[in-house]
Each structure stands twice: as C-alpha cells, then as structure tokens.
C-alpha cells in the first residue's frame, strides 16, 4: 500500500533533539479497537515515521486477540500478543484455553496478554478472574512466552488490586524462577504500583512498563520511584488509543506518541533522549525475546 504519510503533529516534530530514525518499540498498544477504524493503516505509518520500528498490539478477548494476529500479519512494524484480559473473563473456559494455546503458536505472537486482575471496574467476579490468570500463567510456560500483566486498583483496600496480583504472581514466579540473562518472565503494564512492588517485581524477572501518565504533573511519586528503576528493565508504551501524554491528554493516544514517553523519561533519568530510546529497546528486545533488532 502506497499510499502518503499524513503531516506529522508539530509536537512530534519539535519533540526532542532525537533523530527520527532511533529506533523506539511500543510494547502495548490495542490497534484493533474501532478508535483507529477511521486511519489504522496511516497511524502505524506515523508512527513508522517517527522511528518507532515495532508495535506490540495486544489482544484482550476472543475477538481482540484474532484482530492482534490478523495485524500482524498485515503489517512488518506490527506482533501480537494474545489473551484474556480480566475484564473478559466470564467466558473464560476450555474452548478459551484452546483457542488462545493455538494463537500463541503464531510465529508473529511475542506473548501471552493482557491477563490479571482488575479491581477498578470490578465487573468480573473475582475469583473468575483469579482463575483465568492463573491457568493462563501456567500457559505461558508451557508455550514459553513472556507475560503481559494488567493490574489496576482503587485507592481503598477492599479493591487492591496489587496485592493480590503480586500474590498470584509471586507464587508463580517461585514455581518458575528466572534465570537471569535476556529470557525476563513479562512485563507489568502500565506500571502503578508502589516502590516495594517495583522493587519485588524486577527481582522477580520482571520488566516495568511506563505509558503517558509519566509526563502529568500529578505523576510526582511515578517519576519519583522511577529514577531508582534499573535502566535496563524499563520499556515505554503507550496503550493507543488510551493513557495519552501530555500535550494530548483528552485525545486519542497512538503509537507515534511513545516517543514522548521516552523523552521524559529521559528526563526523569537525567540522560539523552537517544540513550534512553536505546535502554528501553534494547529491553523490548529481552521482554518479547527477539534475538535481535
């Protein structure tokens, strides 16, 4: 398809002093969701434009995840990852399991999610979705695939949501130790948990995943906390079409966009924005075990 690149928004092109053809991964974005029905081809060529050379579009229910590999066959800058994610699984079951085991097999699906638990919507009972998570942890492993991992609470404790993800997690990280190297067991996506599940999570074999809420003003304890993250397990994404950063809040996120993820964690670092895009590339390439870039 030949069609022309649309005109990059001003802020993209003033962004930072990187050149655009520093290489950037978005490792979550949801490019089959009727938001990007309008101009999907022209979004991921925006963001092709802007150095980003990878996407990780992710599946989060039957329909979804078919929609994931579907793109990515499509598309050479465009993986998948497929899963159930919380919020869908009241139809979690056998024909589930099998359906999901069998796009894992894809040779274009680099993980297995979104999957955990949500106790911010907390329309899904939740032992159901304890249950989906856990027999999908235990996939992972059998189709050795990274995990995405979504976790999302509300302020009081009767929906804390991180603990009781970390219970389910730790427990099974236990069981399926890391061994260290560029084989990391997932991702937590979105990262908004507190400094000693950061901490917990990376010993663990986890990587931290930051989105555009790192560039709001209010973001004060997140940009705090990730100052003392190790560079090397930090990856950017942006979860098109939602979380956009800040000059877009209130609009549509897209792929494009994560390079303004990446420059203000540059900023919180106190690097280059280059040496920052190639820390959380070179840790895309380890989360979703590519050999190389």
């Keep these: 398809d030949q069609r022309p690149l649309r005109p990059l928004p001003l802020v993209l092109r003033l962004s930072s002093s990187v050149l655009y053809h520093t290489m950037l991964i978005d490792t979550h974005a949801h490019l089959d969701l009727p938001q990007f029905d309008a101009d999907r081809h022209a979004t991921i060529e925006r963001a092709v434009a802007v150095g980003v050379t990878r996407i990780v579009t992710i599946g989060i229910d039957a329909a979804s995840n078919r929609a994931a590999v579907a793109l990515a066959e499509q598309y050479s800058a465009v993986y998948a990852a497929v899963g159930i994610h919380p919020g869908a699984a009241t139809g979690w079951d056998d024909a589930a399991l099998a359906e999901v085991r ?22 899904t009972p939740r032992d159901t979705q304890a249950r989906a998570f856990q027999a999908q942890l235990d996939l992972a492993v059998e189709v050795g695939k990274p995990v995405v991992i979504h976790i999302r609470s509300k302020p009081d404790p009767t929906h804390d949501a ?63 906390q990730a100052t003392a993250w190790p560079r090397d397990r930090v990856v950017v994404e942006t979860d098109a079409p939602y979380l956009p950063p800040v ?47």
């Design 102 to 123: 069998t796009l894992l097999a894809h040779p274009r699906v680099v993980a297995l999610g979104e999957i955990g638990l949500d106790y911010y919507w907390d329309d």
């Design 162 to 224: 991180h603990s009781a993800t970390w219970a389910i997690l730790s427990a099974w990280a236990a069981r399926h130790p890391w061994q260290g190297g560029d084989r990391p067991l997932g991702v937590l996506h979105c990262f908004a948990g507190d400094a000693a599940l950061a901490h917990a999570a990376v010993a663990a074999g986890f990587m931290l995943g930051v989105d555009g809420p790192l560039t709001y003003k209010s973001a004060r304890d997140l940009q705090a």
């Design 247 to 293: 000059p877009y809040r209130g609009q549509r996120n897209e792929p494009a966009y994560v390079r303004l993820v990446a420059d203000r964690l540059a900023e919180v670092w106190g690097v280059t924005p280059t040496e920052a895009a190639q820390a959380t590339t070179d840790a895309a390439r380890r989360l979703f075990w590519w050999d190389e870039l």
